[in-house]
C-alpha cells in the first residue's frame, strides 16, 4: 500500500514539476512580431537571437538595482552646501520609449548627517531606470535626497539629449534642462546665490 502511494506521490510532483516549467518570455515574442512588421525576417542571420537579447534589455534596465541608498555619515560641521556634478544617466521616454541621456547635479545643505557620496548616483540611476520625463527624473530624485538626508534645501538640476527629438520629429540637437528647487534655494537669498554661483561655474 504505501508503495502504491509513493508512488501516487512521485507522478504528482512529476506533474507538478512539468506544469512549473519556465514559461518563454512574453517579450522575445513581442519582438518577433516587431521586426515581421517593420518587414524583418526573424529567422536570418545577425537576427536570431534579437528578440532574446531585446527581452533580457528590457529586463535588465526595468528590474535594475541601485542597492543601498541611504547610507549616512556624521557631520563634523553644519550648513555647508554639498554639491555633486556629472552624474551621468541613461532613461526612457515615456512618451515615445527612446531613450534620453541626462547629467544630473544635485546640490543639499547638510545637517547633523551627511549623505554618502556614491548615493547621490545611486538614487538617481533608480529613477532613471523606468519609463520617464526629465521633469519627474529631476523631481523623483529632490525628494529622495530631501527624505533621506531630512534637509529641505535641496536643488536637483538635469540637462538632457532627448533621442525623440534628435532621431524623429524635428530631427534636431537640443539640450534640455530642468529644476527642482526647494527650501532656502528656492527663495531670494544667501542660499541661493551661494548655489548659483557654483552651478554657473
Known amino acids: 500500500m504505501s508503495t502504491d502511494v509513493e508512488s501516487e506521490a512521485l507522478t504528482t510532483a512529476l506533474d507538478l514539476d512539468r506544469t512549473q516549467e519556465p514559461q518563454p518570455d512574453p517579450l522575445i515574442a513581442l519582438a518577433v512580431r516587431l521586426l515581421q512588421e517593420i518587414g524583418e525576417d526573424p529567422n536570418r542571420d545577425g537576427l536570431r537571437e534579437t528578440p532574446e537579447r531585446f527581452a533580457r534589455w ?77 521633469e519627474r527624473l529631476v523631481a ?23 533621442l525623440c527629438m534628435t532621431m524623429r520629429g524635428i530631427k534636431t540637437d537640443a539640450r534640455m534642462t530642468s529644476t527642482s528647487i526647494h527650501g532656502d534655494f528656492a527663495r531670494t537669498g544667501p542660499a541661493r546665490d551661494e548655489l548659483l554661483t557654483f552651478l554657473h561655474r
Do not use: M, N
Not at 73 to 100: D, R
Not at 140 to 162: L, M, Y
Open 58 to 134: 528590457w529586463r535588465e534596465f526595468t528590474d535594475y538595482d541601485p542597492g543601498t541608498v541611504s547610507t549616512l555619515f556624521e557631520s563634523t560641521s553644519t550648513g555647508q552646501l554639498v554639491l555633486v556634478s556629472g552624474i551621468q544617466v541613461w532613461s526612457l521616454c515615456e512618451h515615445h520609449l527612446l531613450p534620453f541621456s541626462c547629467s544630473i547635479t544635485v546640490a543639499y545643505r547638510s545637517g547633523q548627517r551627511l549623505l554618502g557620496l556614491s548615493k547621490f548616483a545611486r538614487i538617481a540611476h533608480q529613477h532613471a531606470h523606468r519609463l520617464q520625463l526629465q
Open 140 to 162: 523623483d530624485i529632490a525628494a529622495d535626497v530631501i527624505e533621506i538626508t531630512g534637509s529641505q534645501d535641496v536643488a536637483v538640476v538635469g540637462h538632457g539629449e532627448h
